[in-house]
């Protein structure tokens, strides 16, 4: 990598940090995750920086993908799952933290431990270490106090524009012997007092440019799928931004779309148990070297 690049992508990882302790701090019982996610993205703008995904707000069994939608009334509670990057020039970070939201505090041990295996799978994960390393690294301390890593869940490389790119990294021994090498790396365990797999649910509105080549047959949703392309490019993008610029006809041009394959819609991701899921994150900058955490605290 280039020292511009890298630059990048160690501002990108340092801003998504500073916007993490402010989300952290905005996440209250009963706070409307929508004006968490409006307040947050108000802070990016100040900052000039815009994000690589939608800001995801998943509550309990919901592990990922839940963003809030333009006329969301969802309020927070229980188990909240705070996941956002940011993206500078296509270079961009993730990173993730959860929130125990209950009265009796009764997630704090989960959240202690996914936070431990996330900081021991960081220590390890170097230049030339097997991806199954970690994944088993992950996987001995979430079960040592009798929870679930989430097995189909993992990190995963990240290259410009591209969130999810190349190697992935599972958070239990998968037997893959794949190596990290140079580039940048989100590493991501979710741990559950569930059977550990997640499944589709709702609809999340959150969407991704699938195939720019396809020509919208609706002439608005033609206008809107070149802002998409330039403004988001292959990154994912929120049905709320495309209502704030467009108004509600924006859910229609999304919908046609969609059924013609240029979209991709994400689902939200649901334990399969129905039980509660907690997730940490980092970005990790992977040199033959040395290893370096983008988004520390």
Not at 178 to 207: H, M, N
């Amino acid at each position: 990598m280039e020292a511009i690049e890298i630059q990048k992508w160690k501002k990108a990882g340092e801003i998504a940090a500073v916007l993490m302790r402010k989300a952290v701090q905005l996440a209250k019982p009963e706070t409307p995750l929508l004006e968490i996610a409006e307040k947050i993205e108000q802070e990016a703008e100040k900052l000039k920086v815009k994000f690589a995904f939608p800001i995801n707000l998943s509550i309990d069994d919901i592990a990922a993908h839940y963003s809030p939608a333009y006329d969301d009334k969802t309020i927070a509670s229980g188990l909240l799952k705070i996941d956002m990057g940011i993206n500078i020039d296509g270079f961009i970070s993730d990173i993730a933290r959860t929130v125990d939201l209950t009265p009796e505090g009764k997630y704090k041990e989960m959240i202690k431990i996914n936070e431990q295996a996330l900081n021991n799978a960081l220590k390890i994960a170097k230049y030339d270490v097997e991806v199954r390393e970690i994944g088993k690294t992950i996987q001995d301390i979430i079960t040592s106090k009798g929870f679930s890593p989430v097995r189909n869940l993992c990190g995963h490389e990240m290259k410009q524009y591209n969130l999810h790119a190349g190697i992935t990294i599972p958070n239990y021994d998968n037997k893959n012997t794949a190596k990290l090498q140079e580039g940048i790396y989100a590493i991501e365990p979710f741990a559950t007092t569930g059977i550990g797999i997640v499944q589709d649910g709702k609809p999340s509105g959150v969407y991704m440019l699938q195939d720019e080549k396809k020509q919208a047959r609706d002439a608005k949703a033609r206008e809107m799928l070149q802002f998409i392309s330039k403004e988001y490019r292959t990154l994912p993008f929120s049905s709320r931004w495309l209502v704030k610029k467009y108004g509600l006809r924006a859910l229609l041009s999304l919908k046609f779309l969609e059924q013609q394959e240029i979209l991709h819609s994400f689902s939200q991701l649901v334990e399969k148990s129905r039980a509660p899921v907690s997730q940490c994150e980092n970005t990790i900058m992977i040199e033959k070297n040395k290893a370096v955490v983008l988004t520390a605290d």
